[in-house]
């Protein structure tokens, strides 16, 4: 058997581990000082739309239920509405600031389905590009991120405002 090694994720396993709080569940009254410091794009009565801090790729996006569930079962009709055209605009505004070729878009629900925060679902939305898979990642142990999180997350949040 080969083994991979990605020791760049024990930050994010051990913040998701030591955490004591659901970084979902976050007050409606947040300023925009500490949105922007916990990579929320935007929040409301139903979800909040958040940058992954330990992205797959540049852009990767997550939307979360307001609702602290892991279990999709529990979401009402109204809320996967509601989770489904953010996921409609997110990938809009990614496609407008991005130029993505492709997406993922997904669901890790369960710890053993690789849900690092499995009490709390939420949606993946990575965009992908031609060629974004090469051997960086599995030889040199790096994974090559052309865009600083800090530089994207203003261009995303206009891009949201305006849908």
Request: proline content about 6%; some cysteine.
């Amino acid at each position: 058997m080969k083994r991979l090694w990605a020791p760049w994720r024990m930050e994010y396993i051990d913040d998701v581990e030591n955490s004591k709080e659901c970084i979902f569940c976050i007050n409606n009254n947040i300023s925009d000082k500490e949105m922007a410091k916990r990579l929320i794009l935007e929040i409301n009565e139903d979800y909040l739309i958040l940058m992954n801090k330990y992205p797959y790729n540049t852009g990767h996006l997550l939307i979360a239920p307001r609702k602290h569930t892991g279990d999709f079962n529990k979401l009402i009709p109204n809320e996967l509405l509601s989770l489904s055209l953010a996921t409609q605009r997110v990938i809009n505004s990614l496609q407008e600031v991005m130029s993505p070729h492709a997406f993922n878009v997904g669901m890790n629900l369960g710890k053993e389905a690789g849900a690092g925060i499995a009490e709390h679902l939420h949606i993946h939305i990575v965009p992908r590009w031609t060629g974004d898979t090469n051997f960086m990642p599995v030889i040199g142990e790096s994974k090559v991120m052309p865009q600083l999180i800090t530089e994207l997350y203003p261009k995303i949040k206009e891009s949201l405002k305006k849908r």
